[in-house]
């Protein structure tokens, strides 16, 4: 049975079968979008340009646990079978490398020549609700302030977001406990969420924006019943319960800030190789370096802006030394960072529980444990040390 | 708590990190490693407003860019200056330029000395090393309106006497009536007719009233840890001293990351901090 | 000058502020008034340490001969501070040189007439060691944050 395209509005609920997926890359396409999902590469699934649905990773699902990324075959064909993998949208929105400007010297005069903001508009396929936070998260850093990063604003206004919502729970995913999913509540154009039950394989559709309806409405989609209304509802709340890791995110400011000097930082800094994969990976970290080149007739300058990590001993030096020149003390920064004092500065945890960073992590350090071991004793704010007497 | 998503609509600003070439109209050797430069954009005179306290981003062609304060006259609208110690790659590569070279500079960035609130206030400055080039601005403003505060008192404390910042504009302060200036040096020869010992012991005898004392505190962060201890001691609150803080900074506009201290941008949220914002981390290692 | 004269001078030193009439009255006439001219030697490192300075006005730098450097001043004591503790202690000698920078204006204790009496009454020799343990310790304080060399180029 074909259908015929289906006015709807935003919050309308509407059923598009799997085999016209395709259908909606295409539309963007010819929108003049690059429209960006998920496809398996080198035994992960990751993100790249999509010609079609084709390229989607249909039937493949990921093993994850601390430190361990498998895919596997699933027994059906889903295109959305698995959690998220190495990759993050950040990289298309705030680019690893970035030429911040080029600077030009003629005699004694020095011009700076800036960059103009990219044109390429883009599409976002099978976005996962606490990457929807990672969005947003990310925004507060780069458009919420006083100052606007204009190349960060550029590539932003432009994007077009397709949100998927979870029907698979990963490994180490537990955005249930960061309240960034699994469904995918705001700041999307379209949401899908994806039905296998009784031989079918459907699409619940539903528009966030205009656009997104406008879009949507050029598709062939069906009313949905509300019977395969719950359907999809009832999908993607069993994922939540399915989440294998849980946070206890109560009194998190105060738990990172009276306890600076846990002996856990210790234990941690123990297992921790200062590699940073786990700020690469983190969809929400947004630190970066500069870079300055000059050619050979010392007449032309680059400045460029890279992704930097908080784990590198370059990233706190100051003459005479670096701050944290401990790998405990840089632990401890990036986790403070993530789950305490980024409330201070932007309003909401830098985390949002999507796991990459345990996953990713080669000694599988993972935050949930170390948070639940900040909980359980240590030294009680301002308790000082203390020796431990003995016989004589 | 999750966050909604908000695209802000485009603000017609200009790059944020794309600095305005500006021109050394003069350079200044304070000591055997700092320097001052007297700065004005290449394209003409024109005014430069800042607050005391406040930096700039200075980038060299092709070497890097890196945050120095301002250490000029806010009253001088023809030109601005910054004092550089030269200890890193960058600013040795600045003590190579000369006069008539051009830079790249952002700014200003970051907070200010609290001039208009101590008003009606005694203000003790304590400053160490290089320290001192921030605190400068600060001084000229609160001399240029010498009679909105109580008494003002500058204790200045520096490696060796060769080591003093400014040491002719110390010697005219001296010598008015309405400030107290005193100079100390960490050692010295016996040539030195000046105060031996480190800027904390100025602070017991140093003529100004605690109750109504607002201070501004700068230099090497163990230097404003017993300082500001010190002060303590004598009485002034931990709201009214201002301390002025230091880490790696890449942006100075809280994108790159680098200058996070505890729940603060150094950047946007400091330099400058009322020192009650800190105390919970200050002193703290590797913070 | 006689010594009655003296005590409301020693009453208002921020040293001896809080200090019992009763002790303040069994000092007093250990204390006498001195005045050096600049550049005058207070004392000499080796010599015996039979007093104690109170600074009225002035400056004095406690200097030390280090062979190579010359004579490097390591402290200077002005207006209220007190120059000398090596009278409390045995050996009872000087352990620096004093010399001032300025004309100076002082009063001295004489050591020996207070230990006496610290002997005699040990609530004023504890009330002393208080107080000059409290001075050594600034002293040691400051002298730990000289040895950081807080404003050098790495530091």
């Known amino acids: 049975m074909k259908s015929a395209p289906l006015a709807v509005k935003r919050s309308d609920k509407a059923v598009l079968q799997a085999e016209d997926l395709d259908m909606l890359i295409q539309n963007l396409r010819k929108r003049g979008h690059q429209v960006i999902g998920p496809t398996r590469r080198e035994g992960a699934i990751v993100y790249e340009e999509l010609a079609s649905a084709q390229n989607l990773p249909a039937g493949w699902t990921d093993e994850q646990d601390g430190g361990t990324y498998r895919l596997k075959r699933r027994t059906d064909g889903a295109l959305f079978g698995y959690a998220v993998g190495p990759h993050s949208w950040k990289e298309f929105v705030h680019p690893p490398a970035q030429r911040l400007y080029r600077a030009r010297r003629n005699g004694k005069q020095v011009e700076f020549l800036p960059e103009t903001p990219p044109a390429a508009k883009c599409a976002f396929l099978g976005v996962r609700a606490c990457e929807l936070n990672a969005i947003a998260i990310q925004d507060r850093v780069f458009l919420g302030g006083p100052v606007v990063d204009p190349g960060y604003q550029s590539r932003r206004q432009q994007l077009f977001l397709i949100a998927?919502?979870?029907?698979?729970?990963?490994?180490?995913?537990?955005?249930?406990?960061?309240?960034?999913?699994?469904?995918?509540?705001?700041?999307?154009?379209?949401?899908?969420?994806?039905?296998?039950?009784?031989?079918?394989?459907?699409?619940?559709?539903?528009?966030?924006?205009?656009?997104?309806?406008?879009?949507?409405?050029?598709?062939?989609?069906?009313?949905?019943?509300?019977?395969?209304?719950?359907?999809?509802?009832?999908?993607?709340?069993?994922?939540?319960?399915?989440?294998?890791?849980?946070?206890?995110?109560?009194?998190?400011?105060?738990?990172?800030?009276?306890?600076?000097?846990?002996?856990?930082?210790?234990?941690?800094?123990?297992?921790?190789?200062?590699?940073?994969?786990?700020?690469?990976?983190?969809?929400?970290?947004?630190?970066?370096?500069v870079e300055d080149t000059a050619d050979l007739t010392g007449q032309h300058a680059e400045r460029w802006r890279k992704w930097d990590s908080c784990f590198t001993l370059d990233f706190s030096y100051i003459a005479g030394g670096s701050v944290r020149s401990s790998s405990r003390a840089r632990y401890r920064q990036w986790l403070t960072h993530k789950l305490a004092t980024w409330m201070d500065q932007f309003g909401t945890s830098g985390c949002v529980g999507c796991g990459r960073c345990i996953t990713w992590c080669p000694a599988a350090i993972d935050l949930t444990e170390e948070v639940r071991a900040l909980r359980e004793g240590g030294p009680a704010r301002g308790a000082a040390p203390t020796g431990k007497e003995t016989k004589p | 708590m999750a966050p909604t998503l908000e695209i802000s609509e485009p603000k017609a600003a200009a790059d944020p990190m794309l600095p305005v070439p500006c021109r050394i109209r003069r350079v200044r050797n304070e000591t055997a490693d700092t320097f001052t430069w007297e700065l004005q954009p290449a394209d003409g005179p024109a005014r430069f407003a800042f607050q005391p306290g406040q930096f700039n981003m200075l980038y060299v062609f092709g070497v890097g860019e890196v945050p120095i304060s301002i250490s000029g006259d806010p009253a001088d609208t023809q030109s601005f200056r910054h004092t550089t110690r030269a200890v890193g790659v960058v600013t040795r590569a600045m003590r190579q330029l000369r006069a008539g070279d051009v830079l790249g500079v952002r700014g200003p960035f970051g907070s200010a000395w609290p001039i208009e609130a101590a008003a009606g206030r005694d203000v003790v400055i304590v400053a160490g090393g290089i320290g001192l080039a921030p605190l400068r601005p600060a001084l000229c403003r609160l001399l240029a309106q010498r009679r909105r505060y109580g008494r003002i008192v500058l204790l200045y404390g520096a490696r060796t006497p060769q080591d003093i910042l400014f040491p002719h504009e110390l010697e005219r302060w001296r010598g008015k009536f309405d400030l107290e200036v005193q100079v100390t040096v960490d050692r010295s020869a016996d040539t030195w007719r000046g105060n031996v010992g480190v800027v904390t012991t100025l602070i017991p005898c140093a003529p100004f009233e605690p109750a109504n004392a607002v201070a501004l505190v700068c230099g090497p962060e163990v230097m404003m840890r017993y300082t500001v201890r010190e002060l303590q001691r004598r009485g002034i609150a931990a709201d009214r001293i201002h301390v002025s803080m230091e880490r790696n900074m890449k942006c100075a506009i809280g994108f790159c990351g680098h200058c996070q201290y505890g729940p603060a941008f150094i950047c946007k949220d400091g330099p400058i901090f009322p020192f009650d914002r800190v105390e919970s981390i200050f002193g703290k290692a590797e913070v | 000058m006689t010594t009655t004269t003296l005590e409301p001078i020693i009453r208002e030193q921020p040293f001896f502020s809080g200090f019992e009439d009763k002790y303040l009255k069994l000092i007093v006439s250990c204390a006498k008034n001195v005045r050096f001219d600049e550049g005058d030697l207070v004392f000499r490192e080796g010599d015996p340490a039979n007093q104690f300075y109170l600074i009225r006005e002035g400056m004095v730098a406690v200097h030390v001969m280090a062979s190579q450097k010359g004579l490097v001043t390591v402290q200077t004591v002005g207006q209220g501070d007190i120059l000398g503790w090596s009278w409390l202690f045995p050996p009872y000698r000087w352990h620096f040189d004093a010399r001032t920078v300025r004309p100076t204006r002082a009063l001295a204790f004489d050591g020996k007439c207070l230990r006496t009496k610290c002997e005699q009454d040990h609530g004023l020799g504890y009330e002393f060691l208080k107080r000059f343990t409290r001075i050594v310790v600034e002293r040691l304080e400051a002298t730990r944050l000289q040895l950081l060399d807080v404003y050098g180029a790495h530091s």
């Open chain 1, 164 to 289: 998927v919502n979870c029907t698979v729970a990963g490994g180490t995913c537990f955005c249930a406990s960061m309240n960034t999913g699994p469904k995918a509540a705001s700041g999307y154009d379209v949401a899908l969420t994806e039905v296998m039950e009784s031989g079918r394989h459907y699409f619940m559709t539903e528009a966030g924006t205009d656009r997104g309806a406008e879009v949507l409405s050029q598709l062939p989609l069906q009313r949905a019943t509300s019977r395969q209304e719950q359907i999809a509802a009832d999908m993607v709340s069993q994922t939540a319960r399915r989440m294998a890791r849980q946070m206890d995110t109560t009194g998190i400011e105060e738990l990172f800030y009276r306890n600076y000097e846990h002996p856990r930082w210790d234990d941690v800094a123990k297992r921790c190789l200062t590699c940073a994969n786990c700020t690469l990976v983190c969809p929400t970290c947004f630190c970066t370096t």
